[in-house]
Structures are given as structure tokens and as C-alpha cells.
């Protein structure tokens, strides 16, 4: 399967495509709010889609933007049929890309589901603080330090 990569800023030309997917993967399948699928964030975040080509129907995506002195990850998800494949990598390493580029002196802060810490951990993520619920969900809060801090 050919596939499409699609890095853009706010709510672009694929925007729509993400957003049917990550109410798939956070509504249907985890059963969380429609609300928290999408938010105010998504307009001046960068967003990363991956794609089947033929189809453009996402498989894969994320995004990131910055607020209170650091970059934000978050809404990232994978279709759960490509969740061991590298997908998830893939779209980590375009977030955080966008981050480094464009503020490297900044640190990157996601909330991560804990049982995806071992995920976050591959690039470079450290936890702070305790477990918390975010949609019923047990999170981490987790940060990887700028470029120029480490």
C-alpha cells in the first residue's frame, strides 16, 4: 500500500480527514467524549496525517503546538490494525521535528496513556508527576528536554 504523508498547520485541507479518524480511534474505540476529540488547540497546532494513498483515508496522526513555554503533543493515534508496524514512530518523529525546528529551545510535554509509556519512553520521554484521568483514562504527563538543555 502506497502512502500519503500529510504535515500541515491548523485546520488545513486534511484536517477534516484527521479529525474523522481520531473520533474512530477516541470516541468509537475508546469510548471517550466526542468534546475531547477536538478542541481550540487544533487551530494553531501542526497536524501529521498518514494516509492509504487510494483511498486518503487516514491510518495514522498526531499533532503539536506550542503554549505556556513548551511544545504540547498529543491526539496521537494509530489505526489498531498498524499499531506494532512503526506507524506510531513515524508520526512521533514528524511532531517532533516540527518542534525542533521550529523552537528548539524548547521542551516537548505530552500526556501519555500509560500503557503506551514504554512508547514515549523509545524517544526520550520522561514521567513527571502521578498517574491522572483524562477521559476516564489513566495518564502520565511525560517530557523530553530541548536539544539545548540535554
Request: aromatic share 12%; glycine share 10%; net charge neutral.
Amino acid at each position: 500500500m502506497k502512502t500519503a504523508k500529510w504535515v500541515f498547520f491548523g485546520k488545513g485541507q486534511f484536517f477534516e480527514e484527521a479529525a474523522r479518524f481520531r473520533n474512530d480511534v477516541f470516541v468509537e474505540e475508546q469510548g471517550c467524549r466526542a468534546e475531547a476529540a477536538l478542541d481550540d488547540f487544533d487551530d494553531f497546532a501542526y497536524h501529521a496525517v498518514l494516509a492509504d494513498f487510494a483511498t486518503q483515508k487516514a491510518y495514522a496522526t498526531g499533532r503539536v503546538y506550542q503554549t505556556q513555554g513548551a511544545w504540547h503533543i498529543g491526539r496521537v493515534a494509530v489505526h489498531k490494525t498498524r499499531r506494532k508496524g512503526g506507524v506510531g514512530a513515524e508520526i512521533m518523529q514528524e511532531l517532533i521535528a516540527v518542534a525542533q525546528q521550529k523552537a528548539p529551545a524548547l521542551d516537548i510535554v505530552l500526556h501519555a496513556q500509560e500503557q503506551a509509556l514504554g512508547f514515549y519512553e523509545h524517544f526520550g520521554f520522561v514521567c513527571e508527576g502521578g498517574t491522572f484521568l483524562e477521559e476516564g483514562i489513566p495518564h502520565r504527563v511525560m517530557r523530553l528536554k530541548s536539544q539545548s538543555k540535554a
